[in-house]
């Protein structure tokens, strides 16, 4: 039973034709040191249906018919979703056994924090071997309640945070790349964030994951920047250091995907908060 000394927690799984990797991913939040769980395994349309061995009665598993996209299957469950705090994996990542007891005390203790997030140990592999594992030390800043701070810093698996912040903001749909990344800076505008310094989970880059092309990547990068600059248009053109670093980057993926009236337009609109931000600096 859920009580105010041992709240639920939920954890949101979305996965798609990972069935190698999902049983790591859950079987890592089933030997947490913290026990009154949930899991949700979102099947986004899997070539062939989601099924796991585990008898575990947390476990749930929702399946789509058709892939409806990560950002949508994490809203999903997340609208299903029984626990009184939040938290999200990658379907190849896993936690360490303490992530969510030591996030869930520092909540406990901060009663004005909305969102904790901690440090990730990054895993590089290539062709089945880990060749590298390092810390993610980026903008290790307590207080995160800023915007341009939340922009690639934010790591899904690192996250825990109170039911109450899906009252205030959800994952934006239309994003096929960079919604964790449009999550975390809506909430940099509403919700009190915090860091707490410990390592709580792994994040595997390049374990078996599908590869594309470099011009099918830029143009995916293109498109959801585009989204993202569209969403936070007002924020970002009010400040001169987000006009800045995030026009820039626009005018760069416009520029590798061939668009040159795409690049001429970011960078125009960049040259405000450029030079704004030189004038700042300069003083």
Not at 9 to 17: A, E, G, Y
Not at 95 to 124: A, G, R, T
Not at 134 to 163: E, G, P, T, W
Not at 222 to 246: A, G, Q, V
Request: with cysteine.
């Amino acid at each position: 039973m859920m009580n105010a000394n041992n709240p639920l927690v939920s954890v949101i799984i979305p996965t798609k034709d990972r069935s190698d990797k999902l049983p790591i991913a859950v079987e890592s939040v089933l030997q947490q040191t913290y026990s009154n769980l949930e899991i949700i395994v979102v099947d986004d349309g899997s070539t062939v249906p989601v099924s796991l061995d585990f008898t575990d009665p947390r476990i749930k598993i929702i399946h789509l018919d058709k892939p409806k996209g990560v950002a949508a299957a994490r809203n999903i469950a997340l609208r299903e979703a029984q626990g009184e705090f939040m938290c999200l994996l990658d379907d190849d990542d896993y936690y360490y056994p303490n992530k969510i007891d030591v996030q869930l005390n520092y909540l406990f203790q901060h009663p004005e924090v909305d969102i904790v997030y901690s440090l990730m140990e990054y895993h590089f592999w290539h062709k089945g071997k880990k060749k590298e594992t390092i810390i993610h030390k980026h903008a290790l800043i307590y207080d995160m309640n800023n915007f341009k701070y939340c922009i690639n810093v934010i790591h899904n698996n690192s996250s825990l945070f109170r039911k109450q912040v899906l009252e205030r903001i959800s994952f934006d749909e239309r994003l096929t790349k960079y919604s964790d990344t449009q999550f975390y800076m809506a909430a940099s505008l509403c919700c009190v964030i915090h860091h707490l310094p410990v390592v709580v989970a792994v994040w595997n880059i390049g374990w078996g994951t599908q590869q594309i092309t470099s011009r099918r990547k830029f143009l995916k990068n293109y498109k959801n920047h585009t989204l993202l600059c569209e969403i936070f248009r007002e924020t970002i053109d009010n400040n001169p250091l987000y006009r800045k670093k995030c026009y820039r980057k626009l005018g760069i993926y416009a520029l590798a995907c061939g668009d040159i009236i795409g690049a001429f337009r970011a960078f125009k609109r960049m040259l405000p908060g450029y030079f704004s931000w030189r004038q700042v600096n300069k003083s």
